[in-house]
DNA sequence: CGTTCAACCTGGGCGC
DNA sequence: TGCGCCCAGGTTGAAC
Protein backbone atom coordinates (compact mmCIF):
# COMPACT_ATOMS: atom_id res chain seq x y z
CA UNK A 1 0.00 0.00 0.00
CA UNK A 2 1.61 2.74 1.17
CA UNK A 3 4.53 4.39 -1.31
CA UNK A 4 6.16 7.93 -0.43
CA UNK A 5 3.19 9.80 -0.22
CA UNK A 6 1.36 7.75 2.29
CA UNK A 7 4.40 7.11 4.31
CA UNK A 8 5.47 10.73 4.28
CA UNK A 9 1.82 11.46 5.60
CA UNK A 10 2.36 8.79 8.20
CA UNK A 11 5.54 10.74 8.87
CA UNK A 12 3.80 14.08 9.54
CA UNK A 13 0.89 12.56 11.43
CA UNK A 14 3.04 10.77 14.24
CA UNK A 15 5.63 13.36 14.25
CA UNK A 16 3.70 14.76 17.49
CA UNK A 17 5.87 11.60 19.32
CA UNK A 18 8.96 13.71 19.44
CA UNK A 19 9.97 14.55 22.99
CA UNK A 20 7.98 11.62 24.20
CA UNK A 21 9.80 8.78 25.69
CA UNK A 22 8.42 5.23 25.75
CA UNK A 23 6.68 3.62 29.23
CA UNK A 24 5.68 0.39 27.48
CA UNK A 25 5.70 -2.01 24.34
CA UNK A 26 3.67 -4.70 23.58
CA UNK A 27 3.45 -7.05 20.68
CA UNK A 28 0.04 -8.77 20.50
CA UNK A 29 -0.46 -11.63 18.67
CA UNK A 30 -3.71 -12.96 19.06
CA UNK A 31 -2.99 -14.53 15.25
CA UNK A 32 0.04 -16.59 14.37
CA UNK A 33 2.39 -13.58 14.91
CA UNK A 34 3.99 -13.80 11.41
CA UNK A 35 5.23 -10.24 11.16
CA UNK A 36 9.23 -9.84 11.22
CA UNK A 37 10.29 -8.44 14.25
CA UNK A 38 13.85 -8.30 15.27
CA UNK A 39 15.26 -8.36 17.26
CA UNK A 40 12.57 -10.96 19.05
CA UNK A 41 9.22 -9.02 20.85
CA UNK A 42 10.30 -9.93 24.18
CA UNK A 43 13.88 -8.49 23.22
CA UNK A 44 12.07 -5.81 21.54
CA UNK A 45 9.82 -4.24 24.37
CA UNK A 46 12.89 -4.23 26.94
CA UNK A 47 15.05 -2.43 24.78
CA UNK A 48 12.35 0.10 23.71
CA UNK A 49 11.05 1.12 27.30
CA UNK A 50 12.33 4.39 28.77
CA UNK A 51 13.95 5.07 25.27
CA UNK A 52 13.48 9.09 24.18
CA UNK A 53 12.68 9.85 20.74
CA UNK A 54 14.26 12.87 19.10
CA UNK A 55 12.88 12.49 15.35
CA UNK A 56 11.04 10.54 13.26
CA UNK A 57 12.34 10.13 9.99
CA UNK A 58 10.90 8.88 6.52
CA UNK A 59 13.71 6.80 4.24
CA UNK A 60 12.04 5.79 0.94
CA UNK A 61 9.00 3.77 2.11
CA UNK A 62 9.93 3.35 5.46
CA UNK A 63 9.48 5.28 9.35
CA UNK A 64 12.68 5.59 11.37
CA UNK A 65 11.82 6.52 14.71
CA UNK A 66 15.10 7.58 16.23
CA UNK A 67 15.99 7.19 19.86
CA UNK A 68 18.62 9.52 21.86
CA UNK A 69 21.44 8.42 23.42
CA UNK A 70 21.19 9.51 26.93
CA UNK A 71 21.41 8.10 30.15
CA UNK A 72 18.37 7.10 32.03
CA UNK A 73 17.74 5.22 34.63
CA UNK A 74 21.20 4.30 35.32
CA UNK A 75 21.62 2.72 31.42
CA UNK A 76 24.01 4.54 28.96
CA UNK A 77 22.69 4.17 25.80
CA UNK A 78 23.96 4.45 22.13
CA UNK A 79 21.92 6.50 19.57
CA UNK A 80 19.03 3.95 18.00
CA UNK A 81 16.54 3.57 15.23
CA UNK A 82 12.99 1.56 15.57
CA UNK A 83 12.79 0.60 11.35
CA UNK A 84 9.10 0.12 10.33
CA UNK A 85 8.36 -0.75 6.45
CA UNK A 86 4.69 -0.89 5.71
CA UNK A 87 5.05 -3.26 3.04
CA UNK A 88 1.45 -3.47 1.67
CA UNK A 89 -1.52 -3.01 4.29
CA UNK A 90 1.05 -1.56 7.23
CA UNK A 91 -0.31 1.50 8.93
CA UNK A 92 0.96 4.01 12.11
CA UNK A 93 -1.26 5.45 13.91
CA UNK A 94 -2.46 7.80 16.69
CA UNK A 95 -6.35 6.49 16.21
CA UNK A 96 -7.63 3.70 17.02
CA UNK A 97 -7.09 0.64 14.85
CA UNK A 98 -9.08 -0.58 12.34
CA UNK A 99 -9.26 -3.76 13.78
CA UNK A 100 -7.68 -5.18 16.91
CA UNK A 101 -6.83 -8.60 16.03
CA UNK A 102 -3.92 -6.75 13.24
CA UNK A 103 -2.31 -4.66 15.93
CA UNK A 104 1.19 -5.73 15.66
CA UNK A 105 2.87 -3.22 18.24
CA UNK A 106 1.64 -1.55 20.64
CA UNK A 107 3.25 1.53 22.02
CA UNK A 108 2.23 3.66 25.18
CA UNK A 109 4.09 6.88 25.44
CA UNK A 110 4.89 8.94 28.70
CA UNK A 111 3.35 12.12 28.91
CA UNK A 112 4.83 14.87 27.13
CA UNK A 113 7.51 16.83 28.95
CA UNK A 114 5.28 20.35 30.68
CA UNK A 115 6.59 23.68 29.11
CA UNK A 116 8.08 25.87 31.37
CA UNK A 117 6.19 29.71 30.92
CA UNK A 118 2.53 30.68 30.99
CA UNK A 119 1.88 29.21 27.30
CA UNK A 120 2.00 25.28 28.41
CA UNK A 121 0.12 22.55 26.06
CA UNK A 122 -3.32 23.17 26.29
CA UNK A 123 -5.24 20.10 28.14
CA UNK A 124 -8.45 18.09 27.24
CA UNK A 125 -11.02 18.67 27.73
CA UNK A 126 -11.02 16.40 31.44
CA UNK A 127 -7.44 17.77 31.83
CA UNK A 128 -5.55 14.61 30.98
CA UNK A 129 -3.87 13.76 27.85
CA UNK A 130 -6.24 11.52 25.74
CA UNK A 131 -5.49 8.14 24.55
CA UNK A 132 -4.79 9.46 20.89
CA UNK A 133 -1.68 11.57 22.83
CA UNK A 134 -0.16 8.59 24.30
CA UNK A 135 -0.64 5.53 22.07
CA UNK A 136 1.23 4.34 19.06
CA UNK A 137 0.03 1.49 16.76
CA UNK A 138 1.74 -0.22 14.14
CA UNK A 139 -1.57 -2.36 12.61
CA UNK A 140 -0.41 -4.48 9.41
CA UNK A 141 -3.48 -6.93 8.34
CA UNK A 142 -1.86 -9.05 5.55
CA UNK A 143 1.04 -8.90 8.20
CA UNK A 144 4.26 -8.43 5.63
CA UNK A 145 5.20 -5.35 6.98
CA UNK A 146 8.65 -5.95 9.50
CA UNK A 147 9.56 -3.58 12.66
CA UNK A 148 13.85 -3.84 12.99
CA UNK A 149 15.41 -2.18 16.37
CA UNK A 150 18.60 -0.85 14.85
CA UNK A 151 22.16 1.09 15.49
CA UNK A 152 23.72 3.55 13.32
CA UNK A 153 24.90 0.22 11.33
CA UNK A 154 22.10 -1.15 10.86
CA UNK A 155 19.94 2.09 9.44
CA UNK A 156 22.60 2.23 7.37
CA UNK A 157 22.26 -1.45 6.18
CA UNK A 158 18.92 -0.42 6.14
CA UNK A 159 18.08 2.50 4.81
CA UNK A 160 22.01 3.57 3.15
CA UNK A 161 22.62 4.38 -0.36
CA UNK A 162 23.44 1.09 -1.14
CA UNK A 163 19.68 0.27 -0.20
CA UNK A 164 18.15 3.29 -1.29
CA UNK A 165 18.69 5.58 -4.20
CA UNK A 166 18.08 9.46 -4.54
CA UNK A 167 14.63 10.46 -2.70
CA UNK A 168 11.65 10.58 -5.23
CA UNK A 169 10.92 13.91 -3.68
CA UNK A 170 13.98 15.47 -4.82
CA UNK A 171 14.87 13.24 -7.97
CA UNK A 172 16.52 15.04 -10.77
CA UNK A 173 16.53 13.99 -14.69
CA UNK A 174 20.56 13.66 -14.18
CA UNK A 175 19.80 11.03 -11.24
CA UNK A 176 18.18 8.98 -13.41
CA UNK A 177 20.44 9.17 -16.72
CA UNK A 178 23.21 8.49 -14.02
CA UNK A 179 21.27 5.08 -12.76
CA UNK A 180 19.14 4.07 -15.56
CA UNK A 181 20.20 5.46 -18.73
CA UNK A 182 22.25 2.80 -20.10
CA UNK A 183 19.47 0.02 -18.38
CA UNK A 184 18.01 -2.14 -20.77
CA UNK A 185 14.78 -2.80 -18.34
CA UNK A 186 11.13 -1.11 -18.87
CA UNK A 187 11.26 1.86 -17.18
CA UNK A 188 7.86 1.26 -15.27
CA UNK A 189 9.63 -1.59 -13.98
CA UNK A 190 13.02 0.57 -13.32
CA UNK A 191 10.87 2.86 -11.38
CA UNK A 192 10.06 0.75 -8.66
CA UNK A 193 13.65 -0.61 -8.17
CA UNK A 194 14.38 1.23 -4.79
CA UNK A 195 18.16 1.57 -5.04
CA UNK A 196 17.50 3.44 -8.74
CA UNK A 197 15.20 6.13 -7.26
CA UNK A 198 13.46 6.30 -3.50
CA UNK A 199 9.80 5.72 -2.68
CA UNK A 200 7.70 5.12 -5.94
CA UNK A 201 5.48 2.60 -6.31
CA UNK A 202 2.93 1.08 -8.19
CA UNK A 203 0.26 3.32 -8.23
CA UNK A 204 2.36 6.66 -9.24
CA UNK A 205 5.32 4.69 -11.06
CA UNK A 206 1.76 4.46 -13.08
CA UNK A 207 0.30 7.86 -12.76
CA UNK A 208 3.92 9.36 -13.05
CA UNK A 209 4.44 7.83 -16.71
CA UNK A 210 1.06 9.04 -17.83
CA UNK A 211 1.64 12.29 -17.16
CA UNK A 212 5.51 12.25 -18.77
CA UNK A 213 3.88 10.67 -21.50
CA UNK A 214 6.54 7.64 -21.80
CA UNK A 215 5.11 4.56 -22.50
CA UNK A 216 6.12 2.14 -19.69
CA UNK A 217 7.68 -0.55 -21.42
CA UNK A 218 10.24 1.82 -22.69
CA UNK A 219 13.54 0.31 -22.69
CA UNK A 220 15.41 3.08 -20.31
CA UNK A 221 18.75 3.71 -22.41
CA UNK A 222 15.82 4.37 -25.58
CA UNK A 223 14.37 7.34 -23.25
CA UNK A 224 16.68 11.00 -24.48
CA UNK A 225 17.95 13.20 -21.55
CA UNK A 226 14.64 15.58 -22.26
CA UNK A 227 12.63 12.54 -21.43
CA UNK A 228 14.06 11.51 -18.55
CA UNK A 229 13.86 15.40 -17.13
CA UNK A 230 10.44 15.60 -17.81
CA UNK A 231 9.85 11.66 -15.82
CA UNK A 232 12.30 13.47 -12.73
CA UNK A 233 9.81 16.81 -12.96
CA UNK A 234 6.51 14.97 -12.95
CA UNK A 235 7.41 12.45 -10.12
CA UNK A 236 8.68 15.41 -8.22
CA UNK A 237 5.30 17.45 -8.85
CA UNK A 238 3.35 14.66 -8.45
CA UNK A 239 4.61 13.21 -5.49
CA UNK A 240 4.35 16.51 -3.35
CA UNK A 241 0.45 17.55 -4.62
CA UNK A 242 -0.01 13.61 -3.19
CA UNK A 243 1.18 14.68 -0.01
CA UNK A 244 -1.10 17.44 -0.26
CA UNK A 245 -3.72 15.31 -0.24
CA UNK A 246 -2.39 12.58 2.06
CA UNK A 247 -2.25 9.95 -0.10
CA UNK A 248 -4.57 7.64 -1.98
CA UNK A 249 -6.97 5.56 -0.34
CA UNK A 250 -8.21 3.18 -2.92
CA UNK A 251 -9.34 -0.13 -2.76
CA UNK A 252 -10.62 -1.24 0.28
CA UNK A 253 -9.91 1.29 1.94
CA UNK A 254 -7.18 -0.26 4.23
CA UNK A 255 -4.87 3.30 4.11
CA UNK A 256 -5.64 5.69 6.75
CA UNK A 257 -4.09 8.58 7.84
CA UNK A 258 -2.69 8.69 11.55
CA UNK A 259 -5.57 10.24 12.76
CA UNK A 260 -7.75 7.96 10.90
CA UNK A 261 -8.65 9.91 7.77
CA UNK A 262 -8.53 8.54 3.95
CA UNK A 263 -6.18 10.33 1.36
CA UNK A 264 -7.74 12.59 -1.41
CA UNK A 265 -5.12 12.06 -3.93
CA UNK A 266 -7.28 8.71 -5.54
CA UNK A 267 -9.58 11.81 -6.73
CA UNK A 268 -6.72 12.24 -9.19
CA UNK A 269 -5.48 9.28 -10.97
CA UNK A 270 -5.79 9.17 -14.24
CA UNK A 271 -4.71 5.63 -15.10
CA UNK A 272 -3.90 3.62 -11.84
CA UNK A 273 -7.01 0.88 -11.27
CA UNK A 274 -8.58 1.99 -14.41
CA UNK A 275 -8.77 -0.36 -17.23
CA UNK A 276 -11.32 -0.07 -19.88
CA UNK A 277 -12.08 3.44 -18.79
CA UNK A 278 -11.46 6.16 -21.11
CA UNK A 279 -8.42 8.13 -21.22
CA UNK A 280 -9.04 11.88 -19.68
CA UNK A 281 -6.90 13.46 -22.51
CA UNK A 282 -7.62 11.60 -25.18
CA UNK A 283 -10.89 9.82 -24.58
CA UNK A 284 -9.37 5.77 -25.55
CA UNK A 285 -9.23 3.09 -23.11
CA UNK A 286 -6.58 2.47 -20.50
CA UNK A 287 -5.23 -0.93 -20.64
CA UNK A 288 -3.85 -3.29 -18.43
CA UNK A 289 -0.30 -5.21 -19.02
CA UNK A 290 1.49 -7.10 -16.51
CA UNK A 291 5.28 -6.64 -16.40
CA UNK A 292 7.06 -8.27 -13.47
CA UNK A 293 4.32 -9.66 -12.11
CA UNK A 294 2.41 -6.30 -11.47
CA UNK A 295 -0.24 -4.71 -13.35
CA UNK A 296 0.70 -1.36 -15.11
CA UNK A 297 -2.16 0.83 -16.27
CA UNK A 298 -1.55 3.38 -19.09
CA UNK A 299 -2.78 4.89 -22.09
CA UNK A 300 -1.41 3.67 -25.25
CA UNK A 301 -2.10 6.55 -27.57
CA UNK A 302 -1.10 9.25 -25.04
CA UNK A 303 2.17 6.95 -24.11
CA UNK A 304 4.88 6.47 -26.26
C1' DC B 1 23.35 -7.85 -15.97
C1' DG B 2 18.36 -9.28 -16.43
C1' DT B 3 13.91 -11.67 -15.89
C1' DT B 4 10.72 -15.02 -13.75
C1' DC B 5 8.78 -17.22 -10.09
C1' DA B 6 7.61 -18.29 -5.44
C1' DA B 7 7.06 -16.88 -0.93
C1' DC B 8 5.57 -14.12 2.87
C1' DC B 9 -0.03 -13.14 4.56
C1' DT B 10 -5.20 -11.60 4.96
C1' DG B 11 -9.39 -10.56 2.98
C1' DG B 12 -12.56 -8.53 -0.60
C1' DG B 13 -14.88 -9.49 -4.90
C1' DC B 14 -16.56 -12.37 -8.41
C1' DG B 15 -18.43 -16.43 -11.01
C1' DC B 16 -20.70 -20.59 -10.42
C1' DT C 1 -24.51 -19.68 1.29
C1' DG C 2 -20.38 -21.59 0.04
C1' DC C 3 -16.41 -22.74 -2.72
C1' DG C 4 -12.67 -21.74 -5.62
C1' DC C 5 -10.22 -18.48 -7.86
C1' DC C 6 -8.13 -13.88 -8.77
C1' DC C 7 -6.67 -9.65 -7.08
C1' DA C 8 -4.14 -6.19 -3.99
C1' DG C 9 -0.20 -0.27 -2.32
C1' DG C 10 6.07 -4.37 -1.33
C1' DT C 11 10.29 -6.86 -0.88
C1' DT C 12 13.50 -10.72 -1.10
C1' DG C 13 15.95 -14.68 -2.67
C1' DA C 14 16.55 -18.60 -5.70
C1' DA C 15 16.88 -20.29 -10.27
C1' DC C 16 17.99 -19.66 -14.89
Not at 221 to 248: F, M, N, P, Y
Amino acid sequence: MPELPEVETMRRGIASIVGRRIALATFPKKTRQTITITPRPRTLAGKLVGRFIVAVHRFGKRIAIEFDGTPNCGKQFQPHWLVIEPRMTGLLLLAEPPTPQHVRLDIRLSQPRQQAGPHVAAPTATGRPSKRDSQLVFWDRRGLGTVRFVDKRGLLAACGPDRLGPDALSITGRDFVARLGRSSRAVKVALLDQKAVAGIGNIYAAEILFHAGVDPRTPCRLLTVDRWKRIASVTRHLLAKAIQCEGSTIGDGTYRTADNRSGQFQLYHRVYGQKGMPCHACNGPIERIVQAQRSTFFCPRCQW
